[in-house]
């Protein structure tokens, strides 16, 4: 029996041994999944940029890009107005909304750790209202005319740090930046900025300005231009490259601030920087992009189903789900009503608010 009981009862050498097999099993599920959606999104550039009000060939869209690109095939087998509508619309668009589902989905990792809330995103922090506050004084008042053509993005983008500013100062009132104040903050001060942008509304006299407005902040890709793919695309890589870094700290706040400090991590000045790039972030992708919700709320929670909770492989399998999501959200948004075009924060609403019944359902089993 002893010889029983001492073959049953794992040494600490056994321990360590299926820890380690425990984590090469999950190092080997994180590359199928990042090698599988790595692939998915490269097979969807193609396909979602011929669909349209003109839909085009994969095979087509493909011989457009070679032949940008590598100068390969020479010979022009398309129309004129098959290479303008790839290269000048299609593509921009397409990336952008890689780009753009990339950085919610990523920003929403972090700010659910941040603030140790799962139902956390972008929203929580007022910074998306802030930009929709810019965009719109823009829309309906010319505010930041000065800037030319960029007038919407750099006014939307001014909004989101202006409103990033308000939230770090009110979350630092009493001296430690907390979860709790962290939330109630960007509650708070996404509330008002909601209310100024709908007084604004309420106020003005051009009814085809409010509809502008109403469509931007429902979300949409239809400013996307190679400059706003370029910008924006450098601020979500630095964005996801810094969250990478910093990925053990986020492991450190999601367990709790007694370990994280029992860690040698210091929460107020971890939130301090994680509240000033995930503004960054939100700031730089809603200003090319409106209002696009439960991107960064349910994209992470199919992240970690996926990978785990260690936010090393959370964070980039988050960001390819994110991309591969929007780029096909937005695909389905520009043919469903065609040749009209929907929000797009209305067929990510559609989408993303069952998947999230069903999160919080297998979520409050595994509490049971």
């Known amino acids: 029996m002893s010889q029983i009981t001492e073959h049953a009862t794992p040494t600490d050498a056994g321990r360590e041994v299926l820890d380690e097999l425990d984590r090469d099993r999950t190092r080997g599920r994180t590359r199928i999944w990042l090698g ?97 506050t810019g965009a719109a004084a823009t829309i309906l008042f010319g505010v930041g005319t000065a800037l030319g053509a960029s007038s919407l993005t750099g006014s939307a983008f001014v909004g989101a740090l202006a409103s990033m500013a308000v939230v770090f100062a009110l979350a630092r009132i009493g001296g430690r930046i907390t ?55 450098l601020v979500v890589a630095a964005a996801v490259g810094v969250l990478l870094l910093w990925a053990r700290r986020l492991d450190a706040l999601a367990i709790g601030d007694e370990t994280a400090r029992a860690l040698g991590v210091s929460p107020t000045r971890v939130r301090t920087q994680l509240l000033f790039v995930v503004s960054l972030c939100v700031g730089a992708v809603v200003a090319v992009s409106g209002g696009i919700g439960f991107v960064g709320l349910v994209v992470p929670h199919i992240a970690r189903l996926c990978v785990g909770g260690t936010h090393r492989r959370v964070l980039p399998t988050a960001a390819l789900i994110g991309a591969a999501f929007l780029i096909w959200a937005d695909a389905f948004a520009r043919v469903v009503l065609a040749p009209a075009e929907l929000p797009l924060g209305i067929v990510t609403a559609v989408v993303g608010a069952p998947m999230l019944l069903i999160l919080v359902r297998r979520f409050h089993a595994s509490q049971t």
């Open 36 to 132: 599988g959606l790595t692939a998915l999104l490269v097979l969807t550039l193609p396909v979602a940029t011929g669909i349209g009000p003109v839909d085009i060939s994969p095979a087509t869209v493909a011989r457009i890009i070679g032949h940008h690109l590598l100068g390969w095939p020479r010979a022009v087998s398309w129309s004129a107005a098959q290479d303008a509508i790839v290269e000048q619309v299609r593509i921009p668009r397409v990336l952008l909304g890689a780009v753009v589902g990339a950085g919610l989905a990523v920003t929403g990792t972090a700010l659910q750790a941040m603030v140790r809330n799962v139902l956390a995103d972008p929203y929580l922090l007022g910074v998306t209202a802030g930009a929709s």
């Open 179 to 233: 979860s709790i104040r962290l939330l109630l903050a960007g509650v708070a001060v996404g509330y008002i900025l909601s209310a100024a942008t709908s007084f604004m509304i309420f106020i003005s006299d051009s009814e085809q300005g409010a509809r502008d407005v109403l469509f931007w902040l429902l979300g949409s890709l239809t400013l996307a231009v190679w400059s706003s793919v370029v910008t924006a695309g």
